[in-house]
Each structure stands twice: as structure tokens, then as C-alpha cells.
């Protein structure tokens, strides 16, 4: 399949993402630097923090229910609307001086709030863009623009920014949201989801159709069993990242000075994973490929655990960073082509929520157990867990890839 197949919409959705995404890069370390300026009371700057995680949690499943009610697209474009104001007055408000800690609690909280809905739709959306056999190449192009975007141009570029013009982070966020919206809008417009396409279906409450989205997926065996191991695998990769700079510091003695490069290699990692995971789904095939996949990340992983050194620590990390970006693309594409239309945004909704619970407990778990034991048992515990996560997924997958073969 040729780069033209995706096709115009898919290019717009593309360019409306990853400005979306290198805005993103630009805000979050800048809200970092800000919230440092504004107090130096660790309680508020988490408590920041927590303001930007918890809406996902909350209002996630919320978030699907109206992208399936509304025309996703338009619905697209008044979020990033909403997002871009929102952060253009947090850009006056920097410039003017008038920033305080509730302020910033308040904006990363709507911010993020607001984002729920958007990936709801977003999600939903895609399929309607471009052909099913195209979705894995189109979810690994979209995951490779956004972290060249973010990890590459956005994140780097924050710091500098913010030394020039605290406000001027702020305020490219907000042009990167608006050209987003105006991107969007010019999107083929698409049929509305219509929750009464199926039989027996019919427009209820909120909570009526939250319970009918976590009942779909609940009932498709193999796209639960995905979940499940995804949000399984969260809570190793979620430790992971909860220690991995103190690991790389002490462990694999990499010099401080040259973190951002080891880091780095995540980055190129889940680049090259997200590229390639529509050839390796074409080639095996989606089930197969998660299951090897997962017998990947276990190697990279025990590989990482044992490492002693920067470069096989990084190789590591970064094969390991490609298989996380492979799964990821390979699932949220095997949902887009099973879910129902008019439920696409509720599914994909409790997919990503169920994914994400074992994340705070992940990173919990990782800080208590490396604060008495050092972080190197944290990554051997890391590493066994993806291997029973892969000993699991290889057993629960294999009637799917036995009979998709």
C-alpha cells in the first residue's frame, strides 16, 4: 500500500495531531517551570500534577458517550477551540503576572478535561478516514508524528521558550491548538453516529450508554483480553518510568549531562515501531504480531534489567520503547475495525481507561519498592511481569491467531 492511500482527511487529521502534540511538548514542561516560579511547596506543585491526570480517570468514559452522540469532527474542532483560548488567557495571565497556583490548578485540569473528549472522537473518527486494512499504518504514522513532534522538536524547544518569555510557550500552544481546530474543520464531513443504527438501540441516559460501551467490550472476548494485558503491562512500564532516571544514573552510570540522549533513544525506538507496525501486521497478521511482540518487549526488557552499561541499556529501551508503540497501534486498530460505529467512542473509551487504573499503582509501587531496595530490583520486578503478561497473552491470543491464520 502506497503513502497515498490514506488520502487527504487522513493528512489533515495527521497535521492537526501532531501540531496538537508539539503544543502539548511545549505546555507541559513550561506548566513544570511555571508552577516551580509560582510556589516551592512540593504539595502544590504535585497536586498540579494530579490536576492533569485525573481527568482521564473521571471523565473518560463521559467522554466517549458524546463523541458517539456528536458529529465527531465539529466536536474535534470546538475542543481544541475551547483548549486554545484557554490557554491563550493562561498566556495573558503569565505575561500580566497574575498567575498563582489555582490558577494553574484550573487550567491543567480543563485542559485535560477537555482532551477526553477530543481522543474519544479522535479515536472514533479514524475509521471513517481511512480503509480498515489501512489502520495500523495510519495509528503508527499518527504515533511517529507525535513523538517526533513532542520528543524531538516540542520538548526541547519548552525550555529555551520559557527562559526567552515565560508567557511564549503558552502562547505557541495556543496557536498549535487553533491551527488543529481550523485543520479539523476541513475534514470531509462524515455521517453523524447514530445510536440507534443497531436494533434495540435507542438514545438513554449517560450512564445507560457508559454501561452499554463497557458491556460491548466486556463481551468481545479477545478485545478484552487485549485490554486487560494492556493495562497489565502499564503497570510494569508506568514503574518503569517512575524510576527510570534514577536507574539509568546509578545503575548504568549514565553521566548526567547525557540523559537527554539516553532518553533519546525511547524516542527513535517508538518511532521506528510506529512506522513499521502496519508491516508487521500485513506481514502476521494482528493477533500474531501481538503475541510476538509481547515475546519481544520480555527480551528487551530482561535485556534492560541486566544492563550495567548506557549503550546495551539503551538498545534496551529502545526496542523495548518500538514493541510498546507496535502494541499500542495494533490494538487501538483492532478495535477501530471490530467496535460497532456508533459505539467506537464509548469502547475505545473504557479501553483506554481499564489501560490506564494500573498506572498510578505502577508508579506507586516502583518509588516504595526502589526507596528500601534500589531500583534494579524495581526493573527485574518490572521485567518478570512483562513475562507473565506474555506468558498470558500468548495462551489467551492463540485461538484468535489460530483461527485468523
Do not use: C, K
Not at 31 to 58: E, K
Not at 306 to 335: C, E, I, K, M, Q
Amino acid at each position: 500500500m502506497t503513502a497515498t492511500a490514506l488520502g487527504r482527511d487522513f493528512r489533515l487529521l495527521w497535521s492537526a495531531a501532531v501540531s496538537s502534540r508539539f503544543g502539548d511538548a511545549l505546555r507541559t514542561p513550561a506548566l513544570a517551570l511555571l508552577a516551580a516560579t509560582v510556589t516551592r511547596d512540593p504539595r502544590a506543585i504535585a497536586a498540579i500534577t494530579v490536576a492533569g491526570q485525573l481527568p482521564p480517570l473521571l471523565f473518560g468514559l463521559l467522554g466517549g458517550v458524546y463523541a458517539d452522540r456528536w458529529d465527531r469532527r465539529r466536536t474535534m474542532a470546538l475542543v481544541d477551540g475551547v483548549r486554545a483560548a484557554a490557554v491563550a488567557a493562561l498566556a495573558v495571565a503569565v505575561a500580566l503576572h497574575r498567575v498563582d497556583v489555582a490558577v494553574l490548578l484550573v487550567a491543567a485540569f480543563l485542559l485535560a478535561a477537555s482532551g477526553t473528549l477530543f481522543d474519544a472522537a479522535s479515536f472514533a473518527l479514524l475509521p471513517a478516514l481511512v480503509p480498515p486494512d489501512a489502520l495500523p499504518r495510519a495509528n503508527g504514522r499518527l504515533q511517529a508524528g507525535s513523538a517526533i513532534a513532542g520528543g524531538f522538536l516540542g520538548a526541547p524547544a519548552a525550555g529555551v521558550l520559557f527562559a526567552v518569555a515565560p508567557a511564549l510557550p503558552f502562547a505557541l500552544d495556543a496557536v498549535t491548538f487553533a491551527a488543529a481546530a481550523l485543520l479539523v474543520l476541513a475534514l470531509t464531513p462524515a455521517p453523524v453516529a447514530d445510536a440507534t443504527a443497531r436494533p434495540g438501540a435507542g438514545r438513554r441516559s449517560v450512564w445507560s450508554e457508559i454501561v452499554e460501551g463497557m458491556r460491548w467490550l466486556r463481551g468481545h472476548r479477545t478485545l478484552w483480553q487485549v485490554t486487560l494485558l494492556t493495562a497489565a503491562s502499564n503497570l510494569a512500564i508506568s514503574g518503569i518510568l517512575a524510576v527510570q532516571v534514577l536507574y539509568a544514573l546509578d545503575v548504568l552510570r549514565v553521566p548526567p549531562a547525557g540523559y537527554g540522549l539516553f532518553a533519546a533513544a525511547a524516542i527513535v525506538g517508538g518511532v521506528a515501531g510506529a512506522l513499521g507496525s502496519g508491516r508487521i501486521a500485513a506481514r502476521l497478521g494482528t493477533m500474531p504480531a501481538l503475541r510476538a511482540v509481547l515475546a519481544v518487549e520480555t527480551v528487551a526488557l530482561v535485556g534492560f534489567a541486566l544492563a550495567r552499561h548506557p549503550v546495551p541499556g539503551g538498545l534496551a529501551l529502545a526496542v523495548f520503547a518500538a514493541g510498546t508503540v507496535v502494541w499500542n497501534s495494533l490494538w487501538a486498530s483492532y478495535g477501530q475495525r471490530h467496535v460497532p460505529h456508533d459505539l467506537l467512542g464509548r469502547v475505545g473509551a473504557a479501553q483506554r481507561m481499564v489501560g490506564l487504573l494500573t498506572a498510578p499503582l505502577g508508579a506507586a509501587l516502583a518509588g516504595l519498592a526502589a526507596a528500601s531496595y534500589g531500583t534494579g530490583p524495581v526493573m527485574a520486578a518490572a521485567a518478570g511481569t512483562v513475562a507473565l503478561v506474555t506468558a498470558a497473552g500468548w495462551r489467551a491470543l492463540r485461538p484468535a491467531a489460530d483461527s485468523l491464520a
